[in-house]
């Protein structure tokens, strides 16, 4: 799948060099495809999933068909759209997986926040259109999504950070040595 995703980014990018660099072309075309995904489960979930206005739980208590279809489509679109940033937006990242997964699944529940608050402050306080709202708020959150993961969640060491790391383990390993000859004698 990273090869194909690959193949059809690099044959479309020449037509975009010009106005964006490589990766945040990428960004944009996993981002994108992977929001068309989520719109797209969503509405299926809604439309064909769940008929009915309440949706009865493994839990007992009933969630409402959106919420229930916004579940679907997140369990589906969160583990590929760290995936896809994972291996075809930011492979260089040298922060271990599971770190790149936990930084992952708190820049998401960030963003939700920041589109709940942002559409809420453009509806309700600055009294625009909800759906000038949304475009706003996607553009803001985008920006800052792809600012967060690029400098945090999936973030390249510069080789001066690499050999400070290094130089790091190698004090650390000297003192337990020592410890641990101390503690022998």
């Known amino acids: 799948m990273k090869n194909l995703i ?3 980014i690099n044959y479309f990018y020449p037509y ?5 660099p490589l990766q945040t072309f990428k960004y944009a075309a996993c981002g994108g ?3 068309i995904l989520d719109i797209t489960l969503f509405y299926l979930s809604v439309h064909y999933l769940f008929k009915t206005p309440l949706v009865p739980t493994p839990l007992g208590f009933p969630i409402k068909q959106h919420v229930a279809a916004f ?3 997140f369990t589906i679109t969160f583990p590929l759209g760290f ?6 937006v930011f492979p260089g990242s040298t922060i ?4 790149q997964l936990f930084r992952y699944f708190v820049l998401v529940m960030i963003c939700l926040c920041l589109n709940y608050l ?17 475009i706003l ?15 945090f969640t999936f973030k390249e060491e510069t080789p001066e950070e690499g050999a400070f790391l290094e130089a790091e383990a190698a004090m650390e390993t000297e003192v337990l040595d020592g410890e641990g000859s101390k503690n022998r004698k």
């Open 137 to 151: 708020t996607t553009f803001i959150v985008v920006g800052f999504s792809f600012l967060t993961q690029k400098h």
């Open 6 to 8: 690959n193949a059809v």
């Open 71 to 73: 579940l679907v489509s």
């Open 33 to 35: 495809g992977n929001t």
């Open 96 to 99: 271990r997986g599971r770190i």
């Open 16 to 20: 975009f060099r010009r106005l964006m």
């Open 83 to 88: 995936y896809m940033s994972r291996t075809i």
């Open 118 to 134: 942002f559409i809420r402050l453009f509806v309700e306080q600055c009294h625009l259109y909800p759906t000038v709202s949304k």
